[in-house]
């Protein structure tokens, strides 16, 4: 990883959870590892009236509960509080905005010194579009000579439909060139999904086999075992359908069945992903009602204690008809997939916390020996391990050992806990690290955004109106419905359940 040149970043939304318990605590990871700018500062901004010492107090609360450095010493910890700063204004006015590069411009020439500055909003995304006008409004957009620059990034949800994803980067772009425009999703900063590129494009064995003659399917699931966590008001308004699958879920299986880009740099891979999101085949009214289903957990016990259901958590309506689950079978008509299903769910309150993507190759054309089960219960399947326990998994048959020649499954597997020598970073530390170092290959670009929303926005809009597509409900713990199996039409094939017994043991499954 390299050292940035100097610079500052400026966080608006500064008092919030995410710039506590995840912002500041990753970048002093980074300051631990000598990672960051020479010269640097961050400036915090917000409405709450905090002076920069209790900004600092509360940013080593979160430094000393969140950081994977929390055991620096203090005199370290301080080191780097004393490069953070606080300014107190309403973001929503546009007037505010004079006070607000004066103070920037006067904290950079006694910090940096470098006039570049990286804007992150961690705000409630109703400002996504404001703070970027106000900031064109202001001059703050650029530093007006060509040494120095300034970048967006933009925390997730981008837009909740077509419309409004397209109308704000419409909006974002009348002040910000989409080169300086990050749009974050977490899940790309992960190693393991970095590593999904490097297992197909550095590995002779697994590319040749990557394509409709040789993979049956390709299956994905994120599970998470908490429930909403109290976040009834925002997850009313989202759903899993936009708070998970038209982003992370779709960017992952972007990476899967994207074609090798040319070189690697940001727009080489970022224009292969755009194809597969252009080539979903798009999801007819039949496809909606027959190709996905969506749930909603009920109460339940879970190791022994009473879960409630999401129509019981507080901020949810009664009647709530917003999803907790979904899961959806859909096809990538291009040259390399034509024919191949994508299955792909997640859902809250599941069993465990994991996200996997399993690569189920095709049978054998011919069944020689004799306890082979027949269809693809006995494939092979390759499980890349994005969370937790990261990792890979090949799975082949392999002779029971004496008479006869009975075969059984046996998995051959590596886990990124053995690199125990080698640090690996968590996601927002490396892409806070990639957009100090103009490095976008690892955030999403607009058009990308928006070909997902088009996938997506049919099933939003046919769900809105149409009553009679069912919700079905789970029992909190469970896998979700038990109906999202009947996606599979192949007879012996369902989901993979990589921790069907744990139902209440809250362990981390196995690889
Ligand atoms: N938390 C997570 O794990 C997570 C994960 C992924 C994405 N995100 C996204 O990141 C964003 C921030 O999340 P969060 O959990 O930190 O939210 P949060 O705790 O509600 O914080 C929101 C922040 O925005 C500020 N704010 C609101 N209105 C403002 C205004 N008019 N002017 C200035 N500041 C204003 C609030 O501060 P004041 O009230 O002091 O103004 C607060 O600092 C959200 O869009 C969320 O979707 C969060």
């Known amino acids: 990883m390299r050292k940035p040149e100097n610079q500052l970043t400026v966080i608006f939304g500064a008092s919030g959870d995410l710039t506590k318990r995840k912002l500041i605590p990753d970048l002093f990871d980074l300051f631990v590892q000598n990672l960051l700018p020479d010269k ?6 917000s409405r709450t009236n905090y002076s920069n010492e209790i900004f600092r107090d509360i940013m080593k609360e979160g430094i000393k509960s969140f950081s994977r450095s929390k055991n620096s010493p203090d005199e370290m910890i301080d080191e780097f509080l004393r490069k953070l700063f606080y300014i107190s204004i309403n973001t929503s006015n546009p007037d505010e905005y004079d006070y607000l590069k004066t103070e920037i411009d006067k904290i950079d020439k006694i910090t940096s010194n470098s006039g570049n500055y990286i804007f992150y909003l961690s705000t409630p995304p109703a400002l996504y579009g404001i703070i970027p006008e106000n900031l064109g409004l202001s001059g703050l957009n650029t530093s007006g000579n060509e040494k ?4 967006l990034i933009i925390e997730k949800p981008f837009g909740y439909d077509l419309k409004s994803a397209q109308e704000l980067n419409h909006s974002i772009k009348k002040h910000f060139a989409e080169e300086q425009i990050y749009r974050i999703d977490h899940f790309l900063g992960k190693e393991t999904v970095q590593n999904l590129l490097v297992t197909r494009f550095s590995n002779g064995i697994f590319e040749p086999l990557w394509n409709r003659n040789y993979i049956n399917h390709i299956e994905i699931t994120s599970a998470e075992s908490v429930g909403i966590e109290g976040r009834g008001g925002y997850y009313e308004g989202s759903g899993a359908l936009r708070d998970m699958l038209q982003n992370h879920l779709l960017q992952l299986a972007g990476l899967v069945a994207m074609e090798p880009p040319a070189n690697f740099d940001p727009d080489s891979i970022r224009n292969e992903t755009i194809k597969v999101f252009q080539s979903l085949r798009p999801l007819s009214d039949e496809d909606i009602r027959n190709n996905i289903i969506r749930g909603q957990y009920l109460s339940s016990h879970i190791k022994g204690n009473k879960v409630p259901g999401y129509r019981e958590e507080t901020g949810v309506s009664p009647d709530s008809r917003t999803e907790t689950f979904v899961a959806m079978k859909f096809f990538v008509d291009n040259w390399r997939w034509g024919g191949v299903p994508f299955y792909i ?16 190759f095709k049978a ?29 998994l090949l799975k082949f048959g392999m002779k029971v050992p004496g008479g006869g020649f009975n075969v059984q499954t046996v998995n051959m597997e590596f886990h990124y806990s053995d690199l125990s020598h080698e640090y690996m970073p968590s996601a927002y530390e490396r892409l806070l690290l990639d957009c100090m170092n103009a490095d976008s290959t690892l955030y999403i670009r607009g058009d990308a955004v928006e070909a997902c929303w088009k996938f997506v926005d049919p099933v939003v809009a046919a769900w809105k109106n149409d009553n009679s597509i069912k919700m079905y409900g789970y029992p909190a713990g469970s896998w979700g ?3 999202a199996d009947s996606l599979f ?19 981390y499954c196995e690889l």
């Open 364 to 392: 054998t054309p011919h069944k020689l020996f004799m306890n082979m089960s027949s269809g693809c219960s006995s494939c092979n399947q390759l499980v890349i391990r994005i969370q937790p326990d990261e990792g890979i």
């Open 345 to 360: 769910r997640t859902g809250k309150r599941m069993p465990t916390r994991v996200t996997e993507i399993v690569v189920h």
């Open 148 to 151: 120095s620059w300034r970048r």
């Open 481 to 483: 419905p038990e109906t």
């Open 489 to 507: 039409d192949i007879a012996g094939i369902t989901w993979r359940y990589p921790c069907k017994n744990l139902a209440d043991n809250d362990l």
């Open 40 to 45: 640097y500062a961050v400036i915090g901004v």
